[in-house]
């Protein structure tokens, strides 16, 4: 796997993972940071170039202090994309990734043949908020994002002071990004609209972090869009279910 770095006019760096051949892939890691998507992005190379940046601020990278929005991540990744020359691109958002993903196909939407979005936030759907992620602890957390928090959960207990500080950090750049505790723009919504790409949203039936309802109503957003509903499985399907989530993604080929 080889680690690129691009560095635009505003003093911003992007770092991303530039693996395998053939169609274009951008993936869109969630809060969890990089980490929670390696496997994903690893099996997706098999068959695919997979360009798999890591959110400025996340996993020990530098952010500027301006760079503070999804909106910015959106038009750095769409900058991005004109900078590698790529199109027909496949955009894959997890969660918060979805949101920048949403972004993402109303600026550069040209350059994209489809979105998938994993749990995707970024809207706002009445009676159904996003989780306070920021008030729970690890143990609590993994208890609403896992259908088998006992299998895949995080136990704290297990975590050296280099993870805890990581996942801090991480959490941290996530508040940041994400509004603190409004995790969603109430705008988005309507823009949907005017996405133009077929759309794949895949939830886990288990979810409590982003609700299936929640998800039921991001893909009623777009008008062309499929919800996909995996069994047994909360936020994360890329560790829970990863080959079903694979088989889901390749529908989008």
Not at 16 to 37: E, I, K, Q, R, Y
Not at 80 to 86: F, G, K, S, V
Not at 123 to 134: K, L, T, Y
């Amino acid at each position: 796997m080889t680690t690129r770095h691009e560095t635009f006019s505003n003093d911003l760096t992007l770092a991303f993972d530039d693996v395998g051949s053939g169609p274009a892939v951008l993936v869109l890691h969630g809060g969890g940071g990089p980490l929670t998507v390696a496997r994903f992005v690893e099996a997706m190379s098999a068959n695919a170039r997979v360009i798999a940046p890591v959110h400025p601020g996340f996993g020990g990278t530098p952010r500027p202090d301006d760079f503070d929005s999804i909106e910015k991540l959106a038009d750095a990744y769409a900058a991005l994309l004109e900078r590698l020359a790529l199109a027909d691109v496949l955009v894959v958002g997890f969660s918060i990734g979805g949101w920048i993903a949403n972004a993402l196909a109303l600026r550069a939407g040209e350059r994209l043949r489809g979105v998938v979005l994993v749990n995707g936030a970024g809207i706002v759907v009445d009676g159904e908020a996003c989780a306070d992620v920021f008030s729970l602890t690890p143990t609590q957390l993994s208890a609403l994002s896992y259908h088998d928090p006992a299998r895949h959960g995080i136990d704290p207990t297990k975590l050296s002071d280099a993870q805890k500080a990581g996942m801090a950090a991480n959490m941290k750049t996530l508040a940041v990004y994400g509004r603190a505790r409004d995790m969603g723009d109430p705008g988005l919504r309507a823009h949907l609209a005017d996405v133009r790409v077929p759309v794949l949203v895949v939830w886990g039936e288990s979810d409590r972090v982003v609700t299936p309802a929640y998800g039921r109503a991001v893909a009623a957003s777009f008008p062309d869009a499929r919800l996909e509903i995996i069994d047994q499985c909360g936020h994360m399907p890329q560790i829970e279910q990863p080959q079903r989530l694979l088989e889901l993604v390749a529908t989008m080929r």
